[in-house]
């Protein structure tokens, strides 16, 4: 049974960095084809992307947000860890993370998501 | 300003059919990149609906089925539940001058009258 879930502060200040853990069960990064991504939601708003990482260590990020945006993995400890630099207001959402299928590039799989908010 | 176009909001009767499009252009849907179909329940993470274009996952009642034509894709949803109402989204992937990422359509809001 693959879940994934997030974990990271609720609140940041601004212009501090974010850095959110997605801890993995049922599957290990080390397969073949599998990936973990982050997807965030502002409230009220639509899904966006933000970041990839494949078994082979291959990287992707949003081109809007590629700047501010870090990804790793630790397959010992079947973690993924997004770092999110220069936090503002605009970025308080849901983040989610994901199971990622290389074959057609979707997430089947995904964490309940963690809500973090962006204020002073 | 999503590059996945969808529309806002649609509707129908508990039973009706209703379809919900997914436009996008020749660096995503039209580069032969799959269209995948999320479905989100209020206060729920999202939950993956249609893979591939037109695959159901395990689970999925068959009243769910996806297409996909050309640089647009439609999501088609049959016998209209109460327990359909939700946001759906479309994602594909895009690979343009500026590099290749992971893109999400704005999200549709199925209202079940």
């Known amino acids: 049974q693959i879940t994934l879930k997030e974990s990271g502060p609720t609140l940041v200040k601004p212009t501090q960095t974010l850095t959110l853990t997605c801890t993995l069960s049922?599957?290990?990064?080390?397969?073949?084809?599998?990936?973990v991504g982050w997807v965030r939601q502002p409230p009220g708003k639509a899904l966006e992307w933000l970041a990839l990482?494949?078994?082979?260590?291959?990287?992707r990020y949003s081109p809007s947000l590629k700047s501010r945006l870090t990804i790793t993995k630790d397959t010992s400890k079947s973690q993924v860890v997004l770092t999110m630099t220069n936090m503002d207001p605009v970025d308080t959402a849901t983040y989610y993370c994901?199971?990622?299928?290389?074959?057609?590039?979707?997430?089947?799989?995904w964490g309940q998501g963690t809500l973090v908010t962006v204020s002073s | 300003q999503s590059v996945l176009t969808q529309p806002p909001s649609v509707s129908g009767a508990p039973g009706q059919r209703v379809t919900i499009s997914c436009t996008g252009s020749?660096?995503?849907?039209?580069?032969?990149?799959?269209v995948h179909w999320y479905q989100q329940l209020p206060g729920a993470a999202p939950k993956l609906l249609i893979s591939r274009n037109s695959n159901r996952p395990s689970g999925v009642p068959d009243r769910f089925s996806g297409s996909k034509s050309g640089t647009s894709a439609s999501l088609a949803i049959t016998g209209l539940q109460a327990e359909d109402e939700a946001d759906y989204y479309c994602q594909s992937y895009d690979s343009s001058l500026s590099g290749s990422s992971v893109v999400f359509g704005g999200g549709t809001k199925l209202t079940v009258l």
């Open positions: 020749s660096s995503n849907i039209g580069a032969g990149y799959d």
């Open positions: 994901a199971h990622l299928l290389l074959q057609g590039v979707h997430f089947d799989y």
């Open positions: 049922g599957f290990s990064l080390s397969t073949s084809g599998v990936g």
């Open positions: 990482i494949y078994w082979d260590d291959y990287k």
